[in-house]
């Protein structure tokens, strides 16, 4: 095909989609709504991504404080295990008390029979 042969047929193809433009607007609605489809939404999107630099930047950040979160888990961690230690220490003291001062309740209403002194039931 000679260049002038290629030069005819463009200006026809353009000739044929000017007439159906002119009798057809709604191919042209149609043709303008696909395009606002596809691109409608690129005006909202941001107009510039972060840099590379920002982004490490950022990384870095997180990375320090999910490390000082991570030190600040193993600390509270290490807390609540030394005060779980501590109140079963605690507990522990606290059952040998009452099992002390129940034995000695018993010795002295024991001490009190032999001397011949009645207790009130309780």
Known sequence: MTFH????????FT???ACADKYDS???CARNMD???????????????PSAIELRGRL?????????????????????RASRAALRD???????????????????DKQLNEYGITVPAK
């Open 90 to 108: 605690l507990m522990h003291r606290a059952c040998v008390l009452l099992a002390t001062a129940r034995l000695e309740l018993q010795r002295k």
């Open 35 to 49: 395009l606002d489809d596809l691109y409608g939404d690129l005006d909202a999107a941001p107009k510039q991504l």
């Open 60 to 80: 870095t950040e997180v990375v320090n404080e999910r490390e000082a979160l991570e030190a600040q888990l193993q600390a509270l961690q290490s807390e609540e």
């Open 5 to 12: 042969e290629k030069r005819k047929k463009s200006q026809r």
């Open 26 to 28: 709604s191919l042209t």
């Open 15 to 17: 000739a044929l989609i």
